[in-house]
């Protein structure tokens, strides 16, 4: 009796493919970019980027910045991407580097100041002498971390001439100074540091000799951190999630709704609709329009929520909300539509839409940060709605940067929703006629 | 009806003209050449077993399945196109209402769809909810009415908009009988109102009923039309129907059966006479054969029996 039962399930998930996609093939999607994000594989560890500006210009200065290009985990960038290849582009001044940390071009950028050089190592917490700033942007909390680690290895490993330098006046300063024999070896040996140096700055970086570990906040170089973004913000991260779990939940809403397109079609509905005077591009734009509309709403309310238990400030993003609600709404809404339009069943539709919003939203950072990931992980989710909707009202929020800024992040929202909503339009032809 | 239908020869076309349509789904002919024409005003009944084409014929005509060949026209104008469309109103075989919405916010949803608004809305929803009999549950959601009042407020829907020529699929489908009459009366008054008609079932009875013509339809093929008088006088010319039940080797009563030209269906003999003298010599030599004789009847031939005799199938099967 039990095994008839038993060969009665088994025949039914055979034979209901979505069950089995969900059964089995979910799980594995969910290990697998759990694993890449957390996993152990050393050529995955997410690299950061970093703006330099070397205002010192000094030996030590420059040896600072060859130990930080060596270093792996760091993409050091002394200057913008130039667009003409025939002109070089200017190096970055100090200006330059915080408003590209503000802006999201990189999380971190150290300035190094004129005359660091001349006291680079700090035993005492540095007096009067200049330190490196460290300009950060609190949305990404590991990066300031790594890169203070990193630059205090920099400093214990790329410049020993500087540090045994350094190490001498503080000997006279302490001890009284040296005979005149020892200050003689002192001078040579000191030569000796200060050849191997050039001679290593002559060398390639070679990443893979090179590990990191980080060093915590205190280290030998004094370093000024300031937070650039995020510095007035009275709860941290707050309309990150809001905008990382609505779109999560947005897309899983705007497929449940488009889905009364196959119910319609199921309990005859759509046939009667089609029959009167209602074409299948009237109907579809009326189902994209409310989509739009209820998922703009679902995003309005949690916004609100946000504002209202845990102090999130809309006042002065009202604009930039609307622009990127609409947009996300949009494309969320096109999106719902595309699935409805490529399943047959209530059933299909639900198994489709849980795998593929699932998968979309921990690729696309609703679920986890996208800087925590993988750098070919975060491109990955760049094909995402999720990864898109964040980083604009990441951009409203967070940065508060101007509407015409979020220009790239709209023209794709919407590109994606008219060429989903093209898509299903075509493949809706089935519904039409038979 | 303020409508009107933009094609040269719209005052004098037919509701419906259907000229040699065929239709395959795959290696199924769902239609294979039929030929149709509903006059202005008539109850045209089309009438056929489960999956002989009915529902495709009809949504050929509505213009939501597209014929591999033939035409067809609705007043002039060619199916799907939007004076047909307009002309026309349907009622499918399925509850195709939104269960979450009342009575009244259904019509008002596909008055709508089919272009009404303001006054003209509100009084098409008014004479709807009181050809239905739904004033009273106007306020109600669909979902919650009975299985009649959906089948009623299902077909108030099509017609919504006044059309001049009603397209209906087995709207009696699971109906109880009570509700069954009530929905013949609503026809009824359709066709007072002028408007043409074309009906499928399956049941005898209701085209018998509803319908001034009948065509019989199977294996996607017109095998019959005409009024039901018609059809049967066809079929039987001035023939009565015998009908009788014998005891005894089945075998060989349906042997006799055939060898003296008549049929067995479900344990039952029919035989075809022209006069009442004719069954007293059948019953004395089915006695004569050692066949008991359990009960006899003497009827007219109706549609049902047509089917039989042209199909040699039930119409129900």
Same mark, same amino acid.
């Given at each position: 009796?039990?095994?008839?039962?038993?060969?009665?399930?088994?025949?039914?998930?055979?034979?209901?493919?979505?069950?089995?996609?969900?059964?089995?093939? %979910?799980?594995?999607?969910?290990?697998?970019?759990?694993?890449?994000?957390?996993?152990?594989?050393?050529?995955?560890?997410?690299?950061?980027?970093?703006?330099?500006?070397?205002?010192?210009?000094?030996?030590?200065?420059?040896?600072?910045?060859?130990?930080?290009?060596?270093?792996?985990?760091?993409?050091?960038?002394?200057?913008?991407?130039? *667009?003409?290849?025939?002109?070089?582009?200017?190096?970055?001044?100090?200006?330059?580097?915080?408003?590209?940390?503000?802006?999201?071009?990189?999380?971190?950028?150290?300035?190094?100041?004129?005359?660091?050089?001349?006291?680079?190592?700090?035993?005492?917490?540095?007096?009067?002498?200049?330190?490196?700033?460290?300009?950060?942007?609190?949305?990404?909390?590991?990066?300031?971390?790594?890169?203070?680690?990193?630059?205090? *290895?920099?400093?214990?490993?790329?410049?020993?001439?500087?540090?045994?330098?350094?190490?001498?006046?503080?000997?006279?300063?302490?001890?009284?100074?040296?005979?005149?024999?020892?200050?003689?070896?002192?001078?040579?040996?000191?030569?000796?540091?200060?050849?191997?140096?050039?001679?290593?700055?002559?060398?390639?970086?070679?990443?893979?000799?090179?590990?990191?570990?980080?060093?915590?906040?205190?280290?030998?170089?004094?370093?000024?951190?300031? *937070?650039?973004? #995020?510095?007035?913000?009275? *709860?941290?991260?707050?309309?990150?999630?809001?905008?990382?779990?609505?779109?999560?939940?947005?897309?899983?809403?705007?497929?449940?709704?488009?889905?009364?397109?196959?119910?319609?079609?199921?309990?005859?509905?759509?046939?009667?609709?089609?029959?009167?005077?209602?074409?299948?591009?009237?109907?579809?734009?009326?189902?994209?329009?409310?989509?739009?509309?209820?998922?703009?709403?679902?995003?309005?309310?949690?916004?609100?929520?946000?504002?209202?238990?845990?102090?999130?400030?809309?006042?002065?993003?009202?604009?930039?909300?609307?622009?990127?609600?609409?947009?996300?709404?949009?494309?969320?809404?096109?999106?719902?539509?595309?699935?409805?339009?490529?399943?047959?069943?209530?059933?299909?539709?639900?198994?489709?839409?849980? %795998? %593929?919003?699932?998968?979309?939203?921990?690729? #696309?950072?609703?679920?986890?940060?996208?800087?925590?990931?993988?750098?070919?992980?975060?491109?990955? #989710?760049?094909?995402?709605?999720?990864?898109?909707?964040?980083?604009?009202?990441?951009?409203?929020?967070?940065?508060?940067?101007?509407?015409?800024?979020?220009?790239?992040?709209?023209?794709?929202?919407? #590109?994606?929703?008219?060429?989903?909503?093209?898509?299903?339009?075509?493949?809706?032809?089935?519904?039409?006629?038979? | 009806?303020?409508?009107?239908?933009?094609?040269?020869?719209?005052?004098?076309?037919?509701?419906?003209? &259907?000229?040699?349509?065929?239709?395959?789904?795959?290696?199924?002919?769902?239609?294979?050449?039929?030929?149709?024409?509903?006059?202005?005003?008539?109850?045209?009944?089309?009438?056929?077993?489960?999956?002989?084409?009915?529902?495709?014929?009809?949504?050929?005509?509505?213009?939501?399945?597209?014929?591999?060949?033939?035409?067809?026209?609705?007043?002039?104008?060619?199916?799907?196109?939007?004076?047909?469309?307009?002309?026309?109103?349907?009622?499918?075989?399925?509850?195709?209402?939104?269960?979450?919405?009342?009575?009244?916010?259904?019509?008002?949803?596909?008055?709508?769809?089919?272009?009404?608004?303001?006054?003209?809305?509100?009084?098409? &929803?008014?004479?709807?909810?009181?050809?239905?009999?739904?004033?009273?549950?106007?306020?109600?959601?669909?979902?919650?009415?009975?299985?009649?009042?959906?089948?009623?407020?299902?077909?108030?829907?099509?017609?919504?908009?006044?059309?001049?020529?009603?397209?209906?699929?087995?709207?009696?489908?699971?109906?109880?009988?009570?509700?069954?009459?009530?929905?013949?009366?609503?026809?009824?008054?359709?066709?007072?109102?002028?408007?043409?008609?074309?009906?499928?079932?399956?049941?005898?009875?209701?085209?018998?009923?509803?319908?001034?013509?009948?065509?019989?339809?199977?294996?996607?093929?017109?095998?019959?039309?005409?009024?039901?008088?018609?059809?049967?006088?066809?079929?039987?010319?001035?023939?009565?129907?015998?009908?009788?039940?014998?005891?005894?080797?089945?075998?060989?009563?349906?042997?006799?059966?055939?060898?003296?030209?008549?049929?067995?269906?479900?344990?039952?003999?029919?035989?075809? &006479?022209?006069?009442?003298?004719?069954?007293?010599?059948?019953?004395?030599?089915?006695?004569?054969?050692?066949?008991?004789?359990?009960?006899?009847?003497?009827?007219?031939?109706?549609?049902?029996?047509?089917?039989?005799?042209?199909?040699?199938?039930?119409?129900?099967?």
């Amino acid at each position: 009796m039990i095994s008839a039962i038993v060969r009665t399930a088994i025949t039914g998930l055979r034979r209901d493919r979505a069950s089995l996609a969900l059964s089995f093939v %979910l799980p594995i999607a969910f290990f697998s970019i759990f694993a890449v994000i957390f996993g152990s594989a050393h050529d995955t560890i997410p690299q950061v980027h970093l703006i330099v500006v070397d205002q010192d210009q000094s030996s030590a200065s420059r040896n600072l910045v060859r130990g930080l290009q060596r270093e792996g985990s760091l993409v050091i960038l002394t200057h913008p991407e130039s *667009k003409d290849s025939s002109a070089p582009a200017q190096d970055y001044t100090a200006a330059g580097a915080e408003a590209a940390v503000k802006a999201g071009t990189v999380p971190v950028a150290l300035i190094i100041p004129s005359g660091w050089g001349q006291h680079p190592i700090a035993f005492d917490g540095g007096g009067s002498a200049p330190e490196i700033q460290l300009l950060n942007d609190q949305s990404d909390a590991i990066a300031p971390q790594v890169v203070n680690g990193l630059l205090q *290895k920099a400093a214990m490993t790329a410049m020993p001439a500087s540090m045994a330098g350094e190490g001498e006046k503080y000997m006279k300063q302490y001890v009284g100074g040296l005979t005149a024999e020892q200050q003689k070896r002192w001078d040579a040996n000191l030569e000796k540091l200060n050849a191997r140096e050039q001679i290593r700055a002559q060398q390639p970086a070679d990443a893979s000799t090179n590990t990191s570990s980080g060093f915590g906040d205190g280290g030998i170089i004094p370093v000024q951190t300031r *937070k650039v973004v #995020g510095e007035h913000k009275n *709860k941290n991260m707050i309309s990150f999630y809001a905008a990382a779990i609505g779109v999560m939940f947005l897309l899983f809403t705007a497929s449940g709704s488009a889905g009364s397109l196959l119910d319609e079609q199921e309990s005859g509905t759509l046939d009667r609709v089609l029959s009167s005077r209602v074409t299948m591009t009237t109907l579809l734009a009326g189902k994209m329009t409310f989509n739009t509309l209820l998922a703009f709403a679902q995003l309005t309310v949690m916004f609100l929520w946000g504002w209202a238990v845990f102090h999130l400030e809309i006042r002065g993003h009202v604009s930039g909300f609307i622009v990127m609600g609409l947009c996300t709404a949009f494309a969320v809404a096109a999106f719902g539509i595309f699935l409805a339009s490529m399943c047959h069943t209530r059933g299909q539709l639900g198994a489709v839409s849980t %795998l %593929l919003i699932l998968i979309m939203s921990s690729v #696309g950072g609703s679920m986890f940060p996208r800087f925590m990931m993988p750098e070919a992980m975060q491109k990955a #989710g760049l094909f995402t709605i999720n990864a898109w909707a964040i980083d604009g009202f990441q951009k409203v929020f967070w940065r508060d940067l101007p509407i015409p800024e979020l220009w790239p992040q709209v023209s794709v929202l919407l #590109g994606v929703g008219i060429v989903l909503f093209a898509v299903s339009r075509r493949i809706a032809r089935r519904w039409e006629f038979s | 009806m303020s409508t009107a239908v933009s094609a040269p020869s719209a005052v004098a076309a037919l509701p419906v003209e &259907v000229t040699g349509l065929v239709k395959r789904f795959g290696s199924l002919t769902a239609l294979d050449g039929v030929s149709l024409r509903l006059e202005p005003g008539q109850c045209l009944g089309l009438l056929g077993p489960n999956g002989a084409g009915k529902s495709t014929l009809i949504r050929a005509i509505v213009g939501r399945v597209l014929p591999d060949t033939g035409q067809v026209r609705i007043f002039g104008a060619e199916a799907s196109t939007g004076a047909a469309r307009q002309a026309l109103g349907w009622i499918p075989q399925e509850l195709a209402i939104y269960p979450r919405l009342t009575c009244r916010e259904n019509l008002v949803s596909f008055g709508k769809y089919q272009g009404l608004g303001g006054a003209r809305l509100a009084e098409q &929803v008014a004479w709807c909810l009181k050809w239905a009999a739904l004033e009273d549950r106007a306020g109600d959601a669909a979902g919650k009415l009975s299985g009649g009042m959906k089948r009623r407020l299902n077909m108030a829907a099509g017609i919504i908009h006044k059309p001049r020529l009603v397209l209906m699929d087995e709207p009696t489908v699971g109906v109880d009988p009570q509700s069954r009459n009530r929905i013949f009366e609503m026809i009824e008054e359709l066709g007072a109102e002028g408007m043409s008609v074309l009906y499928t079932t399956h049941y005898m009875e209701e085209a018998e009923r509803l319908c001034d013509r009948i065509a019989i339809i199977d294996h996607g093929r017109i095998i019959a039309e005409g009024t039901s008088e018609e059809l049967v006088r066809n079929a039987f010319g001035t023939r009565s129907e015998v009908t009788a039940r014998f005891t005894g080797n089945q075998e060989e009563i349906a042997a006799w059966v055939k060898q003296r030209g008549g049929s067995m269906s479900e344990g039952t003999a029919q035989f075809t &006479v022209t006069r009442p003298a004719e069954i007293a010599p059948l019953l004395d030599e089915a006695a004569t054969r050692g066949i008991g004789i359990e009960d006899v009847s003497l009827r007219r031939p109706n549609l049902e029996s047509v089917f039989l005799h042209l199909t040699g199938r039930e119409l129900r099967d």
